[in-house]
């Protein structure tokens, strides 16, 4: 990795996650000013611009490394914000990578739900406690369709973006937790000290979105 140059005071670190959300929003944060391009292919995951470093991560990274100022700001899917309890500031709804988090059962499954399976046990916690549902959550890493399918859980919480999986494997949605999209996060230490260059990123960004 190339060693990290000398910046000045305005200098801004930007978090992004891997895949397609990043190139979405590299592709808005140079409608808003920033000097981006998509990186090209390689195994590097720090890259620099004139005044932004740009860094490359997990979904799940993205909130912790703003969150303690390793990044002045970032862009993350809301569910993976809610589910990281990080206190960030969230000034933007960037309105890409539209979904929503559902509660999930077979097709036709009745009686009480006793355990969920999900990779959301923040979200589902908070979701099933409001509801006065005891139900155990077990945290699954992926493949959640199959926990009812296969009797693992009585109903699921996961994104639902077009429905498709859900009906390929005969479930369906009951209930919907929140909806998400993709959010600017800002540190909020870094939001006085760099001000100059976050608030006008701010406002371009409202004004692109609509927001």
């Known amino acids: 990795m190339t060693p990290a140059p000398t910046r000045d005071p305005d200098h801004l670190t930007i978090a992004l996650p891997k895949g397609r959300i990043m190139d979405d929003a590299i592709a808005l944060l140079a409608q808003a000013g920033l000097p981006l391009t998509t990186p090209e292919a390689s195994r590097a995951l720090r890259h620099e611009y004139p005044g932004v470093t740009l860094l490359e991560l997990r979904n799940q990274d993205v909130p912790v490394y703003v969150d303690l100022g390793a990044a002045d700001a970032g862009i993350v899917g809301k569910d993976v914000l809610v589910e990281s309890g990080r206190a960030v500031y969230e000034p933007v709804d960037l309105r890409f990578a539209a979904c929503h988090l559902s509660l999930i059962r077979e097709k036709g499954a009745g009686g009480?739900?006793?355990?969920?399976?999900?990779?959301?046990?923040?979200?589902?916690?908070?979701?099933?406690?409001?509801?006065?549902?005891?139900?155990?959550?077990?945290?699954?890493?992926?493949?959640?369709?199959?926990?009812?399918?296969?009797?693992?859980?009585?109903?699921?919480?996961?994104?639902?973006?077009?429905?498709?999986?859900?009906?390929?494997?005969?479930?369906?949605?009951?209930?919907?937790?929140?909806?998400?999209?993709?959010?600017?996060?800002?540190?909020?230490?870094?939001?006085?000290?760099?001000?100059?260059?976050?608030?006008?990123?701010?406002?371009?960004?409202?004004?692109?979105?609509?927001?």
């Open 112 to 211: 009480p739900i006793h355990r969920v399976g999900t990779k959301y046990p923040r979200s589902t916690r908070a979701y099933l406690n409001a509801r006065g549902i005891p139900a155990e959550i077990i945290k699954l890493s992926g493949s959640i369709e199959l926990a009812p399918l296969t009797g693992l859980a009585d109903a699921i919480v996961d994104l639902v973006q077009t429905g498709s999986t859900l009906k390929a494997n005969h479930l369906e949605e009951l209930d919907i937790l929140y909806h998400s999209s993709a959010r600017l996060i800002v540190n909020r230490a870094a939001l006085k000290l760099r001000r100059h260059r976050l608030r006008p990123l701010i406002e371009k960004l409202r004004e692109l979105t609509g927001e």
